[in-house]
C-alpha cells in the first residue's frame, strides 16, 4: 500500500517585503550584484572549511577538486545552517531567479545531478514557484536543500535571516560570502561556525 506524503513547500513572498527589513534585509534582492559594495556597510566574511585563504601553491587546494572531500565537508555547512536556523525562529529568507519561467534543459540539466529527495524537493518547487523571485523557508529540509546546492554550485541566490540578522550569498568552492549588521553578531556566528567545524576567514 502507497501512502500519499507531503513535499516540504516554500511561501512565495511579495519582492517588496524586503523594504521592511532592516538595512541589511533590504540589500536581499541585490546583494549577488553588490557585495564588493556592500562590504564598506556591513561585517563581511567568507564561510569557509579553511581558517584562511590558501596561496597558489599549497597543496590543499587540490582538495577543492575533490569530489569525495567537497561532499564530506557538506555536513559542516549544514550543521551551521540548523543552529542559525533554529536561532532565528525556524525561518529564513531566499532570494532568487531560481525558479523564472522557460529554461527547461537547465532544470533536466540540474535535477540530473540531484540526491533523489532533492530532486523532489527541487521538482514541487519549481512546479508551483515559477516567476517568484522571494520566498520563506520553514522547513529545514529545504533550508539544507539550499545550502547542499549552493556548495555543489547548482543553484544561487541569497539567503538572509531576520531575528538576529544575517545574509549567507552564493559563491563556489565551498567558500560562501556571509554579512552580519554588526561586530556583535559577528563574533556570535563565527562561534557558531567554529563550533560546527568552519571558519569566519
Same mark, same amino acid.
Given at each position: ?127 508551483? $514557484? @515559477? ?7 520553514? &522547513?529545514?529540509?529545504? *533550508?539544507?536543500? #539550499?545550502?547542499? =546546492?549552493? /556548495? $555543489? @554550485? ?7 535571516? &531576520?531575528?538576529?540578522? *544575517?545574509?549567507? #550569498?552564493?559563491? =563556489?568552492? /565551498? ?9 556583535? &553578531? ?16
Amino acid at each position: 500500500m502507497r501512502y500519499e506524503c507531503t513535499i516540504p513547500l516554500m511561501k512565495a513572498q511579495d519582492p517588496r517585503l524586503t523594504e521592511r527589513f532592516g538595512p541589511l534585509g533590504k540589500v536581499l534582492p541585490n546583494v549577488a550584484e553588490s557585495l564588493e559594495e556592500l562590504r564598506d556597510f556591513f561585517e563581511h566574511r567568507i564561510l569557509d572549511v579553511f581558517p584562511r585563504l590558501l596561496p597558489e601553491e599549497d597543496p590543499k587546494i587540490a582538495l577543492l577538486d575533490c569530489e569525495y572531500f567537497r561532499l564530506s565537508a557538506e555536513k559542516h555547512y549544514l550543521e551551521f545552517a540548523r543552529r542559525v536556523f533554529r536561532e532565528n525562529g525556524g525561518a529564513c529568507y531566499w532570494h532568487t531567479q531560481e525558479f523564472k519561467q522557460g529554461d527547461m534543459q537547465n532544470y533536466l540539466y540540474k535535477i540530473k545531478l540531484m540526491d533523489r529527495i532533492d530532486e523532489m524537493i527541487y521538482s514541487r518547487q519549481f512546479e508551483i $514557484r @515559477e516567476g517568484n523571485t522571494l520566498f520563506r523557508i520553514e &522547513d529545514p529540509e529545504i *533550508l539544507e536543500f #539550499v545550502i547542499k =546546492y549552493f /556548495l $555543489r @554550485e547548482l543553484i544561487g541566490g541569497a539567503l538572509f535571516f &531576520d531575528k538576529r540578522p *544575517l545574509m549567507i #550569498v552564493y559563491s =563556489y568552492d /565551498l567558500s560562501l560570502p556571509v554579512l552580519c549588521e554588526n561586530a556583535a &553578531d559577528l563574533t556570535h556566528y563565527r562561534e557558531l561556525a567554529r563550533s560546527s567545524g568552519l571558519y569566519f576567514r
